[in-house]
């Protein structure tokens, strides 16, 4: 008997349920006059009440496997009255799957040791009669313990069967056995489950025809997260899994990797050709603008193709070259697709090391800031500093921001690393203001990642705040492109802080694709030259027009001119014949340490070499001498 009702009916016996059925009665009880016969006892209508009342279905079933007891459980559990059950095969409510199931449960010649036998399958519920769940309308997952019963001669003589409903337990197993395989977010598989297929199709692969694996990961997907919030980011990833789905052919396999990756397997494609045309469907499929909580979003991917044989025979091989090259299709500006190839392996490894390094630098405390002094260009004295990210590399030594700095916008540290420069130098120039440079003011850089995060504002007054610095002590510097890269989601924030006090510049100014009509409405109070535009001073051989274009446009909108990247007297000179204000580069100093910044504040060495401010001429008068010229050429589209 199934334990759980042993425990409820530790007195009852099979002796009641055992008269049920012909040929099991005692040679005494086969004397007696059925009609005349007593009453039940009272301890057999106890035994009965508490059948009728136990938690699980209790039934006997008669060697030609028809009902001759069930208890009043049954209504509950499956809709049934009892009475209407008697004298009806069982079978009719065994689910039509598992009708073999319980065939070996009630089979009399069935082999095995024994006279107690175990199974789980479905017994259909009454068709009026629906289950607690959607799931469970139409059948209930019971475990039967069907035991055996005999006459007194041994024959076989029928069943004595406990059903427990375990509808709920076996949900939770199946649920869970889902959970293992699929992406909870998106239903669809997860990593392991498109493992276990890729490597099932690269056992039936031959040697020239395998299947072909895709690999997508969303472009600036994080963009959505900071400034819609997680909840919303699910929802457009679920969107983009539907859209995916829509663009899979027969067989092939849609997988979830997590965050905003998504893998597909195609078992069906072997050439170059056809994987470019399937890349091409599924980055197609995404185009369309995707329109979630009443936001019109436009979502764009890169994807890698690793191809069988070429990217490899394994599993681990496949995925690992096709993540390669989606890195390089991200690479190359994003939106589009690119084939794994040989070469790839050395790049991939380089800039996975510098990765690294990078991570392990930022944790031990390698990253510096360094301080590039602002000069007023009319009298030679420092108004303030630009702080600027150096890598003390350990074998290396300091390592110029634009070797790191593109590593650490790939891999998604710049906003990290933006955020720590800015607490260090907002502690360092309030304790130099605190000493007596009551007008040392500080510049400090933002990129797109430090702007898109949803708590940028508040984590950048928070450190002001902390380290005791004035807001109007602060320019904030922009580029052109993070600034337009989404107006909608930067001017505001510029916005609260310029109405905080602090000021905000356009950092590298023409390089971008700012319009005057954008320029005049954008919350800023400065536009900083580029220094391209600044080596352009080059004698008469030099084209002065974009620099002169940039200081009327300054002009014309009110706004302050400064200018980077000054690096002989002739541009300095140049610079304040236009109206420059400020300015800084290595006619002055290159980025130096702290306590090097110190002793300048206290010298005030620019003042005494500073020449009077010249007559405005449009362009100097002849050459400049080469001894003026300091060697200088960075890149132009990193901060150095």
């Not at 009665?25 to 006059?33: H, L, M, R, Y």
């Not at 395989?181 to 598989?189: A, K, S």
């Not at 954008?522 to 051989?541: Q, Y």
């Not at 800084?584 to 206290?602: K, N, S």
């Amino acid at each position: 008997m199934d334990e759980h009702l042993r425990d409820q009916l530790p007195a009852v016996s099979l002796a009641a349920l055992v008269k049920l059925l012909p040929g099991m009665e005692s040679e005494a009880e086969a004397g007696e006059d059925t009609e005349t016969a007593s009453p039940a006892p009272p301890q057999e209508a106890l035994h009965r009440l508490l059948i009728d009342n136990a938690p699980d279905l209790v039934c006997v079933v008669d060697r030609g496997g028809r009902f001759r007891f069930v208890n009043e459980t049954v209504r509950r559990l499956l809709g049934y009255e009892a009475d209407v059950l008697l004298g009806q095969p069982y079978a009719e409510f065994v689910d039509a799957e598992d009708t073999e199931i319980a065939r070996n449960l009630f089979d009399e010649d069935r082999k095995g040791p024994g006279d107690v036998r175990q199974a789980e399958l479905r017994l259909r519920r009454h068709p009026k009669v629906a289950g607690p769940r959607p799931q469970q309308s139409t059948a209930m997952w019971a475990h039967l313990t069907v035991t055996r019963l005999r006459t007194v001669d041994g024959a076989f003589a029928g069943a004595f069967v406990v059903a427990r409903d375990i509808s709920e337990d076996k949900e939770n197993r199946q649920a869970a056995d889902f959970q293992a395989y699929h992406d909870v977010l998106t239903q669809l598989p997860n990593r392991a489950l498109l493992e276990d297929r890729l490597e099932v199709a690269l056992e039936q692969a031959g040697r020239r025809r395998g299947p072909t694996l895709v690999f997508l990961d969303l472009d600036r997907f994080k963009v959505v997260n900071d400034r819609f919030g997680h909840a919303m980011g699910d929802r457009v990833l679920q969107a983009v899994a539907r859209r995916l789905q829509e663009n899979l052919q027969r067989g092939d396999t849609l997988s979830r990797f997590g965050g905003d990756e998504f893998a597909v397997l195609l078992p069906n494609v072997h050439t170059r050709r056809q994987a470019a045309g399937a890349a091409g469907r599924l980055l197609e499929g995404l185009s369309a603008p995707f329109v979630v909580d009443g936001n019109e979003l436009d979502i764009a991917a890169s994807a890698g193709i690793a191809l069988y044989p070429q990217a490899g025979n394994t599993a681990r091989a496949m995925i690992q070259n096709a993540d390669m090259a989606m890195y390089h299709a991200k690479g190359t500006g994003g939106g589009g697709f690119e084939f794994f190839e040989g070469g790839m392996n050395l790049k991939f490894s380089s800039r996975l090391a510098a990765e690294r390094d990078l991570r392990g630098a930022l944790a031990d405390g390698e990253i510096e800031v360094y301080y590039q002094p602002r000069v007023d260009l009319d009298t030679g004295a420092i108004t303030g500093v630009e702080a600027l990210a150096r890598w003390r590399h350990p074998e290396r030594g300091l390592v110029d921001a634009n070797e790191f700095l593109p590593v650490a916008e790939e891999a998604g540290l710049i906003g990290e690393i933006d955020g720590w420069v800015q607490r260090q130098a907002f502690d360092r120039v309030a304790n130099w203001r605190g000493i007596g440079h009551v007008d040392c003011c500080l510049s400090v850089n933002a990129s797109t990642q430090q702007l898109d995060q949803a708590g940028f504002v508040r984590s950048f007054r928070e450190a002001l705040d902390a380290a005791g610095l004035a807001p109007d002590a602060v320019t904030l510097e922009i580029t052109e492109n993070a600034l337009m890269h989404d107006v909608e989601l930067v001017v505001p924030k510029l916005r609260s802080l310029r109405r905080w006090g602090v000021r905000v510049a356009i950092d590298n100014f023409g390089t971008g694709y700012s319009s005057l009509d954008h320029l005049r409405r954008l919350p800023i109070d400065a536009l900083k030259i580029d220094r391209g535009f600044v080596e352009e001073v080059r004698g008469t051989s030099g084209d002065t027009r974009a620099l002169d274009a940039i200081a009327g446009i300054a002009q014309g909108l009110g706004l302050d001119l400064l200018a980077d990247g000054i690096e002989n007297a002739g541009q300095l000179d140049y610079l304040r014949t236009l109206g420059c204000r400020e300015g800084q580069g290595f006619v002055f100093d290159e980025p130096v340490t702290a306590d090097t910044v110190t002793g300048l504040l206290a010298t005030a060495p620019y003042r005494d070499r500073h020449p009077p401010a010249p007559t405005p001429n449009p362009r100097p008068a002849k050459p400049l001498p080469s001894d003026t010229r300091v060697a200088y050429s960075p890149r132009p589209s990193q901060k150095g």
